[in-house]
């Protein structure tokens, strides 16, 4: 394939042909090595390419994710691989923009597109003329839109498995009791437990969800507001999402508190004691010893006009004139139909001008389906083109700024002036939690931590009823606890409707085109996607005051998006009860935890740059300093993989860190090598130092044979005799021969006499020559002690070297003129 985009260079001959194989065979069962514990193949596809970087392998469908694994490489391919949770949408519709220069007649038509809730656009393309497209769309999307919640992978482990310590209720309560600065008790009875200060309470007149179905079972309300009070103010709220405290303060006894839009109708005319009453009862402590009144702000995150409009709908927002010593402010905020929108634009245009494009081409414009963009490419001129990224990319900038300043401001109240915040949106549970989490995170330093965070997103996002279900477009419980599957109906396209009641089952929609698929609804949107992304904007301005890293927030989400784990099942904390998500499914907090072991204090969800110390306090940045700017590590990881890593300081540190900890392990490696040298090098050691000792004794064995030899040769020599010793190397006869030449001195100056000479021949013979009858000896005849009764010896006075017989052949004419004078002996 050229850089063109060109389908005539895939030689699909070289590809492996899937036609002869059989369901069933072995091409499964070699998938077991990159499958995951009780993830199953459904369907496969062979000598699928990848168009986005033109990889070549096995395409498979499993309970759980799009598995893509290289034919060459034999490993598992990140950018085609996606969990069927995280599948936005599927299109089987895909036409690749004709080039004029290129021929279309030998283009393959059996192309497959994915749409990814996390900014990813691939697409397949698969051998042609056989079914092998038509295999993988259609498990997808059966598998894809699961009929009820149990369907999902998180609920294929075994339930004897799951190792929970804490129950996120406990965990909640714990949270609460830190708020108060104090120490929950041992007790593992969470019912049993009580809380209270001055000023607030626990209480758990929800216990039964009797209160408010989306609420957790236990609240944080003013002391002097008494559970009666609460139920009177909850039929005065939207989905009866009254006024709770979140967050408080208790050295200056500023609260931060959620709720729901009150009911106040079009003319914004009803009214409800009980509510008026719990609202002015968040800011009734006074902030000085004068006891002036506390300031408090009711912070609607919507536009005003959209406040009014559902006024229309019994809803509506607070009139100041009704709450005493309060502030009304709107942060024009826009709904989860805009922030939807606006992510689809971004996500298509940075597929467009990526490196890696889902059409194949780098920096090419994009070619799939009915995608909006036709100008030119990145550097081609078009300003038509350049002016439409700068739209779409300040359009999603814009709204998380909005998010980022209305929370700032929140935060900014509450450390400074001490003021109390009441903060809500339509329904309490998107905008709302958006602000309220960040501006938790901005007050507090421990949610700035990997615990304190856990704690935030238990509180805010789980237990005050985020509806995760919904805004990811997967099925929950309905009310009487069967399956509810409303979501997966409905096409993503057309006009939007208002979102409605979380309790009311909406009727499935028409479907689309039968070659689209789509996994969202009219729900769905990237709520937790934006808080994330203002998360990443404060790790920009404040590099040193999150433990965590941007990667650590990228891994949550898309653990979040994958359905894997069973926290961020359902809409509520009543739901996941229902359903025994928490029970029954993996939990994704231990699995983080794990990750994070696996790498010590240098794995890559660590900050490098975390100091505690240094902002100890809370984070209030200044309005402007909240320019954000587009987050790489997410959005740019699919379609340009170096430039989302290249210019972040965390990047490179973690990059450096990598190298570092390669050499390490390098430097671990030599060490443990240079250690194995040194055993052996002591090894040898002790064995030459027994060399070296076995050595000293031979010569010292050798030295005292030698000094023998010497004294026997200087006695020799002391009698007048010259010794010549040579040996024979005759192996038949192996005599050591011992030649003396002996003379008689004539006078003191040792004057020679010629015929004085004599020789004398001792021969030594081996033991094992030596015949065992002395008769057979071949010096018998010769011996002058021998008698008719044969040899006499050992008995008889013949010559003996050691147990050795020697035969002496001598000159006795000599021996008689021998004159051995007595000095050469020693007395006896």
């Not at 009727?507 to 934006?530: E, R």
Request: net charge neutral.
């Amino acid at each position: 394939m050229d850089g063109s985009g060109s389908w005539d260079a895939i030689d699909w001959n070289q590809i492996e042909d899937p036609r002869p194989r059989r369901p069933g065979q072995a091409v499964k069962e070699s998938m077991d090595d990159f499958l995951l514990e009780d993830e199953e193949v459904i369907a496969q596809g062979h000598g699928v390419i990848l168009l986005n970087n033109r990889e070549a392998g096995t395409l498979s469908v499993t309970n759980f994710r799009l598995l893509f694994v290289s034919q060459a490489k034999k490993c598992v391919i990140d950018l085609g691989t996606i969990p069927l949770t995280t599948i936005e949408k599927l299109n089987d519709d895909v036409k690749l923009q004709p080039l004029p220069h290129l021929s279309d007649k030998s283009r393959p038509r059996e192309l497959l597109q994915v749409i990814g809730k996390d900014m990813r656009i691939i697409v397949f393309a698969f051998v042609p003329k056989t079914k092998q497209k038509n295999e993988v769309f259609d498990a997808l999307r059966r598998y894809t839109k699961p009929a009820n919640l149990w369907d999902l992978y998180a609920f294929s482990c075994d339930p004897s498995t799951i190792k929970n310590d804490f129950e996120p209720k406990w965990r909640l309560l714990r949270e609460y009791f830190r708020l108060f600065r104090k120490s929950l008790p041992q007790s593992r009875g969470a019912g049993e437990v009580s809380l209270s200060n001055d000023w607030w309470r626990l209480t758990r007149v929800n216990s039964s969800y009797s209160l408010c179905s989306t609420y957790p079972s236990e609240l944080i309300v003013p002391r002097s507001i008494s559970d009666e009070d609460l139920f009177q103010a909850s039929t005065f709220r939207s989905g009866k999402r009254l006024p709770v405290i979140s967050w408080c303060d208790p050295g200056s006894g500023a609260v931060l508190a959620r709720s729901s839009q009150p009911m106040v109708g079009l003319m914004m005319n009803f009214r409800n004691n009980a509510d008026e009453k719990l609202v002015c009862a968040l800011s009734s402590r006074t902030t000085d010893d004068k006891g002036s009144p506390r300031k408090l702000y009711i912070i609607d995150a919507r536009p005003r006009a959209n406040a009014l409009a559902n006024g229309a709908k019994g809803g509506g927002s607070e009139s100041s004139s009704n709450y005493a010593r309060s502030e009304v402010l709107f942060l024009g905020i826009q709904n989860i139909h805009t922030m939807r929108d606006s992510l689809s634009r971004l996500r298509d245009y940075v597929d467009a001008h990526g490196s890696i494009s889902s059409n194949g081409s780098p920096s090419a414009v994009s070619v799939v389906g009915d995608r909006r963009n036709r100008g030119s490419t990145w550097g081609g001129g078009n300003l038509n083109s350049m002016t439409s990224f700068s739209s779409t990319l300040g359009e999603w900038l814009n709204h998380i700024q909005n998010i980022l300043v209305g929370a700032s401001w929140i935060a900014a109240q509450i450390a400074e002036e001490a003021a109390s915040v009441l903060v809500h949106c339509s329904d309490g549970w998107d905008r709302t939690t958006q602000l309220v989490a960040l501006a938790c995170l901005l007050l507090d330093p421990y949610y700035r931590t990997f615990s304190g965070f856990q704690a935030l997103v238990e509180k805010d996002w789980l237990a005050f009823g985020h509806p995760f279900a919904e805004r990811m477009g997967v099925p929950t419980v309905a009310e009487n606890g069967g399956s509810q599957y409303e979501l997966l109906r409905q096409p993503s396209l057309g006009n939007l409707s208002s979102s409605p009641g979380r309790n009311v089952l909406g009727a499935s929609g028409p479907s689309s085109h039968a070659s689209v698929q789509s996994q969202t609804s009219n729900n769905s949107s990237p709520i937790l996607l934006q808080w994330l992304d203002c998360i990443s904007q404060l790790l920009r301005l404040y590099p040193s005051a999150f433990q965590f890293s941007s990667k650590f927030l990228v891994d949550f989400l898309d653990s979040v998006l994958s359905c894997r784990f069973g926290n961020f099942l359902c809409n509520s904390e009543r739901e996941r009860e229902q359903s025994g998500a928490t029970s029954s499914c993996r939990c994704m907090w231990s699995y983080l935890a794990d990750l994070r072991a696996s790498g010590g204090i240098f794995h890559e969800h660590y900050n490098p740059f975390y100091d505690p110390v240094k902002h100890n306090g809370a984070l209030l940045p200044p309005a402007a300093a909240l320019a954000p700017t587009l987050w790489p590590q997410f959005y740019l990881r699919w379609t340009c993989p170096i430039e989302s890593q290249g210019g972040d300081l965390e990047s490179q540190w973690h990059a450096m860190n990598k190298k570092y900890a390669e050499a390490m392990k390098a430097k671990d490696i030599a060490e443990w090598r240079a250690k194995d040298i040194k055993m052996k090098m002591e090894s040898v050691k002790q064995d030459l130092q027994r060399e070296r000792r076995a050595s000293s004794t031979a010569l010292a064995t050798a030295q005292s044979a030698q000094r023998e030899n010497a004294a026997i040769k200087k006695a020799i020599e002391s009698i007048g005799c010259t010794i010549k010793f040579s040996t024979s190397e005759n192996q038949e006869d192996r005599t050591e021969v011992l030649s003396c030449s002996l003379r008689r001195g004539t006078d003191a100056r040792g004057q020679e006499d010629e015929n004085g000479d004599f020789s004398v021949s001792i021969s030594a013979i081996e033991d094992g020559l030596v015949s065992e009858a002395p008769g057979d000896h071949f010096c018998e005849s010769l011996c002058p002690f021998r008698t008719r009764e044969g040899c006499r010896w050992p008995d008889a006075p013949c010559a003996q070297l050691g147990s050795q017989f020697v035969g002496l052949k001598a000159n006795f004419d000599a021996f008689d003129r021998l004159s051995i004078q007595d000095c050469y002996f020693g007395p006896e």
